[in-house]
């Protein structure tokens, strides 16, 4: 299974930007899908996740500017972020959690780079 993130770039600061993740598999085989993301020097932080049944949660200090989708007919997950800031820049990574003959398996995609400018 492979997840393909893309849609990153650089905005300037209070720009919007929309990024994707394609799963190779069906997106009904995941019973959660979510986003991350890493700043240099910094860990991988969870931004936001979504389940099977459509619940959406979200890191608090993020909720306001960022929204996480998924089109299941495009088999695609996304995360649209608005008002960004410099510090919003990091390596934003999706992350599934497999169900039914995936169950117990976690993926993650290779990562699309933000970069926000000031």
């Known amino acids: 299974v492979q997840l393909q993130a893309s849609g990153g770039g650089l905005v300037q600061a209070g720009g919007s930007l929309r990024i994707s993740c394609e799963p190779s598999?069906?997106?009904?085989?995941?019973?959660?899908m979510g986003w991350y993301r890493q700043a240099p020097g910094s860990q991988r932080e969870l931004v936001a996740t979504?389940?099977?049944?459509?619940?959406?949660e979200y890191v608090d200090s993020l909720k306001d500017r960022f929204t996480i989708s998924r089109d299941v007919a495009k088999n695609t997950m996304y995360l649209q972020m608005d008002s960004l800031k410099p510090e919003d820049t990091a390596v934003y990574y999706c992350?599934?959690?497999?169900?039914?003959?995936?169950?117990?398996?976690?993926?993650w995609g290779q990562g699309t780079l933000v970069t926000v400018s000031s």
């Open positions: 992350q599934a959690d497999g169900s039914g003959y995936l169950r117990g398996r976690e993926y």
């Open positions: 598999e069906r997106i009904s085989r995941f019973s959660r």
């Open positions: 979504i389940n099977s049944g459509g619940t959406i």
